[in-house]
């Protein structure tokens, strides 16, 4: 059977996804819609979403309405008429005309092992959470968030080296493998949607720049979960003291370690790192950056910039 799909995706995450769809054997892609342009940059010039970029280098047509539940964009899906769509990291809620447009209705692909971590940041709450594995789940959407009943899931470890990015990619990959393997299983009969249980749901948020703030008061370990999760945006930062006014800290690698003193404190300054004194244990930061500056190792950030033990950062 050949399966005319069409394919929903804004964000790099859906990249891989798409991509797997256009190799794989047995489906055409039709078009894939994605999200309008956005300024960016310093000078805030338009910039296409990354599966805009994907979709031009593999000749594919690209529909970009401002609103999915656009009347004149579901008369352009209902005249390309697709068996299937398939829904990764698009960043609208869909219309129920849309999800029961598609003879086989829309799959989506999402980044946690559902019902757990339902929502808009599934990868940084896994790690913030200090979970010991998280995976992908394909599943057939209905008109809730994340709601949808469970095709096939797939995990993978989160390793201590693991930040959201490194994470971030290899359930990308991890979900365009699953997502070409579900299909033609599922579009024969051979795989049945299975409602989500009703135990173990968690829900996430949206990330804020905010969130990337770093409370000293708080367990090293609970600190160094946040430095991977919220890597690279928006980055866990601090505020170092300095004259005139204080300047940000961002920190960007660290490793636990047993070691006291007053939440804030920099304990030790050398070549071996930067420890800092958390509610609970301490930090050793081997990478940072000073605000207006670029990313440093520790010695080479002490090279240029002087602390030294008992000043405290906030």
Excluded at 276 to 281: D, P, S, V
Aim: charged share 20%.
């Amino acid at each position: 059977m050949s399966l005319r799909l069409v394919f929903m995706g804004t964000a790099e995450l859906a990249c891989a996804s798409l991509l797997a769809l256009k190799r794989a054997p047995g489906g055409q892609v039709l078009a894939v819609v994605t999200q309008p342009d956005k300024p960016g940059g310093r000078k805030l010039q338009l910039q296409p979403p990354p599966v805009k970029q994907a979709a031009l280098r593999e000749n594919l047509p690209v529909l970009q309405p401002i609103r999915a539940r656009d009347e004149a964009f579901i008369a352009e899906l209902r005249a390309l008429a697709p068996d299937l769509i398939v829904v990764a990291a698009y960043g609208q809620i869909l219309p129920v005309s849309i999800l029961e447009l598609p003879r086989y209705g829309c799959l989506n692909v999402h980044t946690s092992l559902l019902p757990k971590y339902r929502g808009a940041s599934p990868v940084q709450s896994a790690i913030l959470q200090d979970q010991a594995e998280t995976g992908v789940t394909i599943m057939k959407m209905d008109a809730g968030l994340d709601t949808g009943p469970i095709l096939t899931q797939a995990t993978t470890p989160i390793r201590a080296e693991d930040d959201a990015q490194t994470l971030h990619d290899r359930l990308a990959r991890l979900g365009a493998e699953l997502l070409v393997q579900t299909i033609p299983d599922y579009v024969s009969g051979k795989i049945l949607p299975r409602p989500q249980p009703l135990t173990g749901v968690s829900h996430t948020a949206k990330i804020k720049k905010s969130d990337g703030q770093l409370d000293w008061s708080l367990p090293a370990r609970v600190l160094w979960n946040r430095i991977r999760a919220y890597t690279p945006w928006p980055g866990a930062f601090a505020q170092l003291p300095a004259e005139p006014q204080s300047r940000m800290l961002k920190i960007w690698q660290a490793e636990v370690i047993a070691a006291t003193g007053a939440p804030g404190e920099i304990l030790a300054a050398g070549k071996a790192g930067i420890v800092i004194a958390c509610g609970e244990g301490a930090l050793r930061v081997s990478v940072l950056q000073l605000e207006g500056g670029r990313r440093l190792t520790a010695p080479e950030f002490l090279a240029g910039y002087r602390l030294t033990a008992g000043e405290k950062l906030s």
